[in-house]
């Protein structure tokens, strides 16, 4: 059916045969300006942009097309794999994702949770997501074992990790761990990093006993008295002895000098070099998350229940709001949010290379860029 003639098709009524003879006329006109073929228009997908204007009348069959408006500028597409399901810190991605900021910068992102760190920095490496979060510890080693990533922003600059214990035990000082049992967990963070954290406190390792148990029974055990204190992330483990009932205590690692930069942002290093402007926005936009996340904790839960239904959000905003003390370290106070000192990367690598079994010695320069930090 031709639109615009559908009230004047001529087997709709009996029509006098000159009318009849018009209406032919324009029809044969107006199928002038179709596809060459005469069929119906192709369902290949247009550009962008208002449908064109339907044929005018036909008392002006001849008149000139008008231009098509200007297509708005297609959004570039981008992946972001989170270290792991969506958990408090995570907050500050989401409240971005809902107040438009990384639409405002032209993306249109998608957050993904992960599987852990090393997960999500081999996929972002073979360059199957865009962005990544992860420890930096983990991108490090990456690194240095030749995937191609660079950690662009840091959000969980001072090392969470610490000695953590209930306030009943008494451990108030590292050397209070001495005669007692660690619930230990192989292969996690805390525990690679414990004997650093010995060595700088003087603490006799010999003196601390060992229960092995899984990551996710680490909280339970202490809570049941089987041990007397984990390594583990302060300000998310407190809120669940809280939940308990029960108070706890932590001793940071990095208030002994002992600080491994802990998560932030990476991406692989074609996209760095291949579209330098897109890692720009994408930094721009989740920092200006961060920072309105810090200021209305509330409003990051809240933005995260939107993506993530699931979420426990009580536990999680006082998880979140202990989030606030680690986001820089006494070598970047006074920086731009998210930028990164050349003295804790410096640390962070002499103590993988020590205790994390870092395959090689990485320059600087190749584990990590601020050229990405709005204001830096």
């Not at 992960?114 to 996929?123: K, P, Y």
């Not at 984990?230 to 940071?252: C, E, H, N, Y």
């Amino acid at each position: 059916m031709i639109p615009g003639l559908a009230h004047r098709h001529p087997s709709r009524g009996r029509r006098p045969p000159h009318l009849l003879a018009l209406v032919a006329t324009l029809a044969l006109l107006v199928l002038g300006c179709q596809s060459p073929s005469g069929g119906a228009p192709s369902a290949k997908p247009q550009a962008a942009g208002p449908p064109a204007a339907a044929p005018q009348a036909a008392s002006a069959p001849t008149a000139a097309p008008q231009p098509a408006a200007q297509a708005a500028p297609a959004r570039e597409k981008a992946t972001f794999r989170l270290d792991w399901v969506a958990s408090g810190y995570h907050a500050p991605f989401f409240l971005a994702l809902a107040r438009g900021y990384y639409t405002d910068q032209g993306l249109d992102l998608e957050i993904g949770d992960g599987r852990g760190s090393t997960t999500t920095v081999r996929v972002v490496g073979a360059g199957t997501d865009t962005f990544g979060m992860a420890s930096q510890a983990t991108v490090a080693l990456a690194i240095a074992e030749g995937v191609p990533v660079r950690a662009i922003a840091g959000i969980i600059q001072k090392m969470p990790e610490g000695i953590i214990s209930l306030q009943e035990t008494g451990i108030t000082t590292p050397k209070d761990v001495e005669g007692r049992t660690m619930a230990y967990t192989p292969g996690s963070s805390g525990e690679l990093l414990f004997p650093a954290f010995a060595a700088a406190t003087g603490i006799d390792e010999s003196r601390v006993a060992q229960v092995n148990v899984d990551a996710g029974a680490k909280a339970t055990t202490v809570l049941q008295g089987r041990a007397d204190f984990m390594a583990d992330w302060g300000f998310t483990q407190l809120p669940i002895f809280r939940a308990q009932g029960k108070t706890g205590s932590v001793i940071l690692y990095a208030d002994s000098g002992v600080n491994v930069l802990g998560h932030g942002l990476f991406a692989g290093l074609d996209t760095i070099r291949d579209k330098p402007e897109i890692v720009h926005r994408f930094v721009s936009a989740s920092l200006r998350g961060l920072d309105e996340a810090t200021k209305d904790p509330e409003a990051a839960l809240d933005a995260m229940l939107q993506y993530r239904p699931e979420t426990k959000r009580d536990l999680l905003l006082e998880q979140f709001k202990g989030m606030g003390a680690h986001l820089r370290t006494a070598n970047s106070e006074g920086r731009p949010l998210g930028w990164q000192s050349p003295d804790d990367w410096r640390q962070t690598s002499e103590l993988l290379l020590k205790y994390m079994d870092m395959k090689r010695p990485v320059p600087l320069d190749e584990l990590y860029t601020n050229q990405f930090i709005p204001g830096s």
